[in-house]
């Protein structure tokens, strides 16, 4: 199956509600668009943290980024509690040199999962 290639839901002053959630097929892939008012919105619904690996870069201000155990790729790990959980996203931190998006993966109890990409109107 594919990955999930999440769009930008603008915010607008009045709200927004309810926001639209995508459920991921599979751990690894996903992207976000980027940007200074951009967060990845995830809702885990297992109960437990799941991780989700946020791709970076090789280097960020000219300091290499490590790959955390298990993580494909140079990444910064969050573990995403039960509930929603927001990321923020910046294009200068997340973006890929080629496709300007951020890629992530999703760990072991990402089918429970629901996720969603937001910016202030």
């Not at 955390?68 to 997340?94: H, M």
């Not at 496709?99 to 996720?115: E, Q, V």
């Amino acid at each position: 199956m594919a990955a999930t290639a999440l769009a930008i839901q603008a915010v607008p002053h009045g709200g927004l509600a309810p926001v639209a959630y995508s459920t991921p097929t599979q751990t690894t892939g996903h992207t976000t668009p980027c940007g200074p008012d951009v967060v990845l919105i995830v809702k885990v619904a297992s109960g437990g943290p799941l991780n989700v690996d946020l791709h970076m870069p090789g280097a960020v201000d000219s300091i290499p980024v490590a790959t955390p155990a298990g993580a494909a790729a140079p990444s910064r790990r969050v573990a995403a509690a039960n509930g929603d959980n927001i990321i923020p996203v910046p294009a200068e931190v997340y973006a890929d040199p080629v496709t300007g998006l951020c890629t992530f993966d999703l760990g072991a109890g990402f089918a429970t999962s629901t996720i969603a990409s937001v910016r202030s109107a």
